[in-house]
Each structure stands twice: as C-alpha cells, then as structure tokens.
C-alpha cells in the first residue's frame, strides 16, 4: 500500500520569504500522480499544484513549486514571495495509475500547518 | 461555472442514528469520492462512484455505502453511528481518469453525541 509522510506537523515563514514543505513518499509504481493540496480554515481544499512522475521537469505554477525526486520518493513544496493568505494546512497527496490498486483514490500525508506572519 | 457542492454543511446526530450526506460534482465531471477527515488529521479515502457504481473503497466498514445518480450527484450514507464518525466529510469529482486531479467541495461536517 501506499504512503504518505510529511515530516513537518507546523512551519512558520516572514511575509514575502520562501519556505519548503516535505514530503515523501513509498510506492512500487513507476507511474504515478502528485498533488499539493491546500486547506485554509474556511476547510475547501484546494489544488496547489500537480507532478506526473513520467515528467523529469519540475511542475511551477506563480509563486508556487515543487523539488521532484522520483529515486528518493521525494516532494517538497517551495513558496516563493509567501503572502499572509499563503496561511493554511498543506496536504501532499498521491495517486496511482489506471489499472493499479490505488487507482482512483487520493492518499494524503498528515499535513502541515503553515503559517505566514506579516 | 459552479463547482462541487455539498450539503448539508453541518449536523449533528445520535450514536445509533443513521445519515445521508449529499454532493453534486463539477459540472462536466463524472466520477464522485468520498473522504473522511479527523480534525488535524489528512483525509481518508472512503470510496469512489463511476457510472454508479462503486468502482473502488478503503478501508472502511460496511456501514459507510453510497450511491451514484445519473446525473453524477452522490450520496453517502452511515447506519448504526458511532462517536467516532464524528468527522469533516469531504466529496470530491474529477472526469474519468487517471491523470485528472480531483476538485473537493467545501465539506459536511458531521458530529455524533
């Protein structure tokens, strides 16, 4: 079975810095799917950013990306520019290929509480 | 464009009692799943619906079933509750797919005195 491990339960940044989240990762799969996800405390989750794990280049979006490292089962989350709404729970998550036992279904890491102080 | 709704957002029920939860997906999306989530804790996958049928579950008892509609909205029912269902639960749809991330709705949060 798949996990999921974010070894950070709390992180703290300065507006406008940059801070990393970890996470790793233990699958047999060659092919697979990799999600931040983002919980403010209104609770919506939201999409932060996606990695396929056939794609070697780094997936960006604006302030936000991620350090893929498939032989370490590596993925960490940098922020870039942090802002005060930046301040959320931060789930890694993971997702298998068509046809593999853990297609379908998200499996979340224990999440990181980020805040952001101005 | 409207995304995933859920309702009700918030109950709270007797140990014993039985629920329903409801969620309609994005539009244009066709499979639903189901997540628990403990307070502080990450979600748990409950199942996943797919031309209504139940396409794949976690490890959750048979207490928790759900069902699919032709229109795509879902709904999760749990019978016989415990204190310990008390919990966010969360739909979430994405279109068929392994490569489509999935959109979660803003959650049902579900308490059982």
């Known amino acids: 079975a798949q996990t999921v491990t974010q070894s950070q339960p709390e992180m703290s940044v300065q507006e406008a810095e940059t801070v990393t989240l970890s996470c790793t990762y233990d699958?047999?799969?060659?092919?697979?799917?990799l999600f931040w996800y983002k919980q403010p405390p209104s609770r919506q989750m939201i999409l932060v950013i996606r990695q396929e794990a056939y794609k070697q280049q780094n997936a960006t979006e604006n302030r936000f990306s991620v350090n893929f490292q498939k032989a370490a089962k590596s993925f960490s989350l940098k922020i870039s520019d942090s802002q005060l709404g930046d301040t959320a729970m931060y789930f890694c998550a993971f997702k298998g290929p068509a046809g593999g036992t853990s297609y379908g279904k998200l499996t979340f890491g224990q999440g990181t509480i980020l805040t952001v102080h101005p | 464009d409207a995304g995933v709704t859920q309702s009700p957002t918030h109950l709270i029920k007797t140990r014993g009692q039985q629920v329903t939860l409801r969620c309609s997906p994005k539009?244009?999306?066709?499979?639903v799943s189901w997540y628990q989530q403990a307070l502080g804790q990450g979600p748990q996958f409950i199942f996943q619906?797919?031309?209504?049928?139940?396409?794949q579950r976690g490890n959750f008892p048979d207490r928790f079933s759900g069902h699919q509609f032709p229109n795509y909205s879902s709904e999760l029912n749990v019978n016989a509750l415990l204190l310990g269902d008390s919990a966010l639960y969360l739909c979430a749809s994405s279109p068929a797919g392994a490569g489509y991330e999935q959109y979660f709705g803003p959650g049902t949060r579900l308490t059982v005195t």
């Open positions: 539009s244009g999306h066709d499979t």
């Open positions: 699958t047999s799969e060659s092919n697979y799917y």
């Open positions: 619906y797919y031309e209504e049928e139940e396409r």
